[in-house]
């Protein structure tokens, strides 16, 4: 399937809509990766502020292309292409990416998921880090991020019973941010992605950097780089919005531009 018909790229306003549309159930391989990278692509030259990530088949995404796994049998023990780097990519993206997720998504769509910065999830979902289920554990960082979400007993747990959780139990184990009803998942998530939008978008990027530099080396690491790491935010339209808008109108009034 061409890249261009795996993800359907449109924009609500300042929000670009990522829906995948890889049949039969958005498995996550070199097409479906090629295809949202095109739609980070087109959010980027179209001068969006946030990303909304979602499903336009029943689930939102039931694993990893199992293709990937050809070329590692055996002595190679590599995969033929390295999702992990085009995860990293959406966690280290500068724009909010928020996930609406429904059906199943499991394995390597877990993963995707858990690369984004906001996860919705549909009530009657489930999800899973089930890879044990072939034999394998998470390949694409599930584990670690797990153990940063929800503890190193809850990361054991996912990926050695490989079972599907329901999506209270992912709330409560801090695996996803909220849980919506299933006629209400799109709105809601548009929702937030367009909260997020119309945020300080150079502000929402920083918190994303120093973020993951604290999940990555600690806070003492974050400590140190986030003066360094702001510095762009004072010369910034938003501050001096946001500042200005203060003092006249008092907090939470302030209308940014994303510059």
């Not at 890889?22 to 479906?32: A, C, I, K, R």
Request: glycine residues 8%; aromatic residues 4%; contains cysteine.
């Amino acid at each position: 399937m061409a890249n261009a018909t795996c993800v359907a790229v449109s924009h609500e306003g300042p929000v670009t809509v990522l829906s995948m549309q890889f049949e039969p159930h958005n498995l996550l391989g070199p097409d479906l990766m090629a295809g949202m990278r095109e739609g980070l692509k087109s959010a980027t030259k179209n001068g969006s502020r946030a990303i909304l990530l979602k499903s336009g088949l029943r689930h939102f995404s039931a694993g990893a292309d199992t293709s990937l796994f050809a070329a590692a049998l055996g002595d190679a023990g590599q995969l033929s292409v390295s999702p992990l780097d085009f995860l990293r990519e959406l966690e280290s993206f500068p724009l909010p990416i928020v996930a609406a997720v429904k059906g199943v998504c499991v394995g390597g769509g877990l993963e995707l998921a858990l690369a984004c910065d906001l996860i919705l999830a549909a009530r009657s979902s489930k999800l899973g880090s089930v890879e044990a289920t072939l034999g394998l554990n998470p390949l694409m960082g599930a584990v670690q991020r797990q153990v940063q979400r929800a503890g190193i007993a809850r990361a054991k747990e996912m990926s050695m019973l490989a079972r599907r959780y329901d999506a209270e139990t992912m709330e409560k184990w801090n695996i996803i941010n909220r849980v919506v009803d299933d006629e209400h998942l799109e709105d809601a998530a548009m929702a937030i992605a367009m909260e997020l939008a119309n945020g300080p978008t150079l502000a929402h990027s920083i918190t994303k950097q120093i973020a993951n530099l604290a999940a990555a080396k600690g806070v003492q690491a974050a400590d140190e780089a986030m003066e360094q790491l702001q510095l762009p935010l004072w010369k910034s339209e938003d501050v001096e919005i946001g500042l200005n808008s203060l003092m006249t109108q008092g907090p939470g009034l302030a209308i940014f531009k994303g510059r």
